[in-house]
T-cell receptor, first 117, second 114 residues
Framework: DVKVTQSSRYLVKRTGEKVFLECVQD?????MFWYRQDPGLGLRLIYF???????EKGDIPEGYSVSREKKERFSLILESASTNQTSMYLC????????????????FGPGTRLTVT | AQSVTQPDIHITVSEGASLELRCNYS??????LFWYVQSPGQGLQLLLK??????LVQGIKGFEAEFKRSQSSFNLRKPSVHWSDAAEYFC????????????FGSGTRLSIRP
């Protein structure tokens, strides 16, 4: 089974702190994603990466950056946390075989609930 | 622009009753479609997916969904719900780009009445 793990389930940080959220997958997937989930808004894509050291902005990248130094690990960084970044953060990965729709099938971690006070 | 609409924010059904969760998409080409479930405090788990072929797809936990191109819909159904089905359900559509991105609906929260 694919396993996607996230470093923390719950995190409380203060405004202005630098925050690192870590995600690790064990299935050699090329693609990795960071979403934030807010009530009534569903999942919104922050950043994704399709290879080591490669990244692309998603729909809401402002205030975030990412790092992918190794294939299995994708980090989300909040350079200076703000209260409006209080949210549930979900990491996902997928295996991009171009020949079928399974390329889009994403596997999710359990999520990190971040509270910024 | 591509979009996914789940018109029902919250649905309550009695245990043992049938369920249908609605999903409509806006996408020019033949879509890849998914339903995910999120139990409280958990990540998302794939229930089922449609890529091509038979428009009625079977998933895990007794769920099924039917793709109707004419209605741009992909509704999720279950003939008899169990209390453990209480969760949030997300419909999603793949964008068909090389980035393997998918977009999600806003979700439908399902409550089960004992």
């Amino acid at each position: 089974d694919v396993k996607v793990t996230q470093s923390s389930r719950y995190l409380v940080k203060r405004t202005g702190e630098k925050v690192f959220l870590e995600c690790v997958q064990d299935m050699d997937h090329e693609n990795m994603f960071w979403y934030r989930q807010d009530p009534g808004l569903g999942l919104r894509l922050i950043y994704f990466s399709y290879d080591v050291k490669m990244k692309e902005k998603g729909d809401i990248p402002e205030g975030y950056s990412v790092s992918r130094e190794k294939k299995e690990r994708f980090s989300l960084i909040l350079e200076s946390a703000s209260t409006n970044q209080t949210s549930m953060y979900l990491c996902a990965s997928s295996f991009p075989t171009r020949t079928s729709g399974s390329a889009y099938e994403q596997y999710f971690g359990p999520g990190t609930r971040l509270t910024v006070t | 622009a591509q979009s996914v609409t789940q018109p029902d924010i919250h649905i309550t059904v009695s245990e043992g009753a049938s369920l249908e969760l609605r999903c409509n998409y806006s996408y020019g080409a033949t879509p890849y479609l998914f339903w995910y479930v999120q139990s409280p405090g958990q990540g998302l788990q794939l229930l089922l997916k449609y890529f091509s072929g038979d428009t009625l797809v079977q998933g895990i936990k007794g769920f099924e969904a039917e793709f109707k191109r004419s209605q741009s819909s992909f509704n999720l159904r279950k003939p008899s719900v169990h209390w453990s089905d209480a969760a949030e359900y997300f419909c999603a559509v793949a964008l068909g780009s090389s980035a393997s991105k998918i977009i999600f609906g806003s979700g439908t929260r399902l409550s089960i009445r004992p």
